[in-house]
């Protein structure tokens, strides 16, 4: 019986596997007789880019310099938009309306080569003038109500004149087409700083009511807007008692109540039309001054 010891039951280890050596690299010393030998690789070289000269510029002469600072102000020359009215006196270069104009524009005919000779602008400025004469009496008896001063009545009066000169190119939108043409037509007799303001009355004579919607309208400040609104109301009700265009209404007085305005207005002829127009015109009045309107025709 063979007794083993601890040390012989052991797995015999495995030998270690000896590594190849590594073949030397060939050089030209160890290479064998009659081989031929590598040629080295010439080592190759990175193009180099060329570099661009420096341009100098030359500074521009004085001259020239001016001419540029010049003529910047003509390369963009957006339309100015409405500036509101200014509480203080402004410069000459200023361009918004006065908030007072000392001396009022001496009331003149205004009409302009921008009018043609027509039948129907002849009817147009005859109608302004009633108009205007209507307004006027409106602005004077509601004087307690509206509170403003003679500089919107002036304005008033200007944009009852022109309201409908927008008729000169089609009926259709004739006041968007009226404030555009008293805004252009410089040859007309308005002062520059009523120029916008009679533009915007001449706009809302009809159609739509002045809105913040409007970006005109919306870029003046709060007191301006009030008193836009005032004075367009007072323009559409002048507009509705002549809006046969026949003068059927002559003298009128206005009573101003508590909860309502009584419009009395003598009548030469049927005014069914103008009493009709004037309560659906007279919707921007009652909406600004809180108060019912009332229209009443009284014969000669």
Not at 46 to 68: D, F, H, I, M, T
Not at 82 to 88: D, H, I, N, V, Y
Request: charged fraction near 25%.
């Amino acid at each position: 019986m063979t007794i083993h010891t601890e040390d012989q039951l052991q797995e015999p280890q495995a030998e270690p596997k000896a590594t190849p050596a590594k073949r030397p690299a060939r050089t030209a010393k160890n290479a064998p007789a009659g081989e031929s030998q590598p040629k080295p690789r010439p080592a190759r070289k990175k193009p180099q880019r060329a570099q661009p000269e420096p341009v100098q510029e030359s500074a521009p002469e004085p001259a020239a310099v001016a001419e540029l600072v010049t003529a910047a102000p003509e390369a963009y020359d957006p339309a100015p938009a409405l500036s509101a009215p200014c509480s203080e006196p402004c410069p000459e270069t200023c361009s918004a309306p006065a908030a007072e104009t000392a001396e009022l524009a001496e009331e003149t005919p205004l009409t302009t080569a921008v009018m043609p000779e027509s039948p129907v602008m002849a009817d147009s400025l005859t109608h302004g003038q009633r108009v205007a004469a209507i307004a006027a009496t409106l602005f004077q008896d509601l004087a307690a109500l509206h509170g403003l001063d003679d500089v919107w009545g002036h304005r008033l009066h200007l944009a009852a004149q022109l309201h409908d000169i927008g008729f000169a190119e089609g009926r259709k939108g004739h006041h968007k087409i009226s404030m555009r043409l008293i805004e252009e037509d410089l040859s007309l007799n308005i002062h520059e700083d009523d120029r916008p303001w009679v533009a915007l009355l001449a706009r809302y004579h009809r159609k739509a009511w002045p809105s913040r919607r409007h970006a005109r309208f919306d870029a003046l400040k709060k007191s301006d807007r009030k008193a836009l609104r005032k004075a367009a109301s007072l323009l559409r009700i002048a507009d509705a008692l002549d809006y046969t265009h026949t003068g059927v209404v002559g003298n009128l007085a206005v009573a101003v109540k508590k909860r309502k305005v009584i419009i009395a207005v003598q009548c030469s002829g049927d005014c069914s039309a103008e009493m009709e127009r004037v309560i659906k015109k007279g919707d921007l009045f009652m909406h600004v001054f809180g108060r019912e309107l009332e229209c009443v025709c009284q014969g000669n």
